[in-house]
Each structure stands twice: as structure tokens, then as C-alpha cells.
């Protein structure tokens, strides 16, 4: 496939090939370099995250979710958000029967870890913040994306615990997990409701 992409890409006269940019393949376990002071302000404007980390090896962004949040030992776990959304739960025995919605995968010494995906999680979210990016341009407000996510998400914070009775139906694609074939976004609230941005967010 490297080979194949190097060749349609030759009549461009590049002066590099595919594997000249790609990361060099490392397993895991391998040293994969440290975090560099450039990485860590770039990651976290805060300044908390420091230089010098170890890095693992590239990986799929369940395995690496696992690894970053110790959750690794047996009766741990952890949950990833974000276009769509899969909790991976090590097990402490076998499961005692299929199911239909749980793929088995492992950990690296051979526990069986039970993944559950799901197609929707954030991009309905993303859908209506692109809204308020768009409200702030027609303001002629200098937009940044990272700060009004940031503004945003921060926000949500201060909302009521159950979101002031709001509801989000975040299906933009059909989900196997509750039998929708289709997806259809709706946002539902009754007259009463605590209806406010932070609750909107949240």
C-alpha cells in the first residue's frame, strides 16, 4: 500500500516518499521518546503538564485510554467521548454468555476486557457550538475555537446536576446499541425547565 501511494504520488516530483514522514513502527513497551517542553504547552495552556514524560508507542485511542488512565488491572476501566463514544472494562472472570452489543478484546497479559461502542457522543454538540461560531462571526467577534469550546465546556460546570430537566438526543447516525437505524437530533425540554446555557452545555 506504501509502495502503491509512492507511485501515484511520483508525478508531483515530491522530495520525499511515505516512509520518509510516517513514525517510525514501535511495540509496546518500547521507548517512544518524552514529552518535549513545546508538547506539554501545547497540550495543557495551563502550565500543570510537565516536559519529560515518557510516551508510549502510538496505538488505537482504546488501548491508549486504558494506558493513560491505569485502567489496565482487572475490575478497572474507562470511558472515551468523543464523535463517538466506547467504555473498555477489564473483567475479573468470563463473561456468562454472548452478547450481542460487547466485543471481547484483551489487555496486554491476556485479560479479557469488554468494549461497548457507540456510534453518537459529540458531534451533535460540535454541530451547535459551530452554531455559536457562527453567531460570534456575524458579531464580528474574533473567533477561536479552542477558546469557545474551553468558555463552553467550563460553563457547563455550573449547571444543575441534572441539567435543569433538559434533554439532548444526540443521534446524528443511526445506533445499534439502542436499535435506531437512522439518526434524528432532537433537543427537548418542557416549558418548566431550567432552560440557560450552562444546562444547555452540560
Not at 111 to 118: G, I, N, T
Not at 134 to 154: A, C
Request: glycine fraction near 10%; proline fraction near 5%.
Amino acid at each position: 500500500m506504501v509502495d502503491k501511494f509512492d507511485r501515484l504520488i511520483a508525478p508531483k516530483g515530491y522530495d520525499w516518499k511515505l516512509r520518509d514522514i510516517l513514525p517510525k513502527v514501535l511495540s509496546a513497551g518500547e521507548n517512544a521518546g518524552f514529552l518535549t517542553p513545546e508538547g506539554a504547552s501545547r497540550l495543557d495552556v495551563s502550565g500543570h503538564l510537565k516536559a519529560g514524560i515518557p510516551v508510549c508507542p502510538p496505538e488505537g485511542d482504546a488501548g491508549t485510554g486504558m494506558v493513560a488512565t491505569n485502567a489496565v488491572k482487572q475490575r478497572t476501566g474507562n470511558v472515551s467521548a468523543g464523535t463517538s463514544s466506547f467504555s473498555m472494562i477489564v473483567l475479573e472472570k468470563e463473561l456468562s454468555k454472548p452478547y450481542e452489543m460487547i466485543d471481547m478484546v484483551t489487555t496486554p497479559d491476556g485479560s479479557l476486557v469488554a468494549m461497548v461502542h457507540c456510534n453518537n457522543c459529540t458531534s451533535d454538540l460540535n454541530a451547535w457550538i459551530n452554531i455559536f461560531k457562527e453567531y460570534q462571526e456575524l458579531m464580528g467577534i474574533p473567533v477561536d475555537m479552542d477558546e469557545i469550546y474551553g468558555k463552553l465546556y467550563n460553563h457547563a460546570l455550573t449547571g444543575n446536576a441534572d441539567c435543569g430537566g433538559l434533554i439532548s438526543y444526540n443521534y446524528i447516525s443511526g445506533e445499534p446499541i439502542t436499535g435506531l437505524a437512522d439518526g434524528r437530533p432532537l433537543f427537548v425540554r418542557s416549558a418548566n425547565d431550567k432552560f440557560n446555557l450552562a444546562n444547555f452545555m452540560r
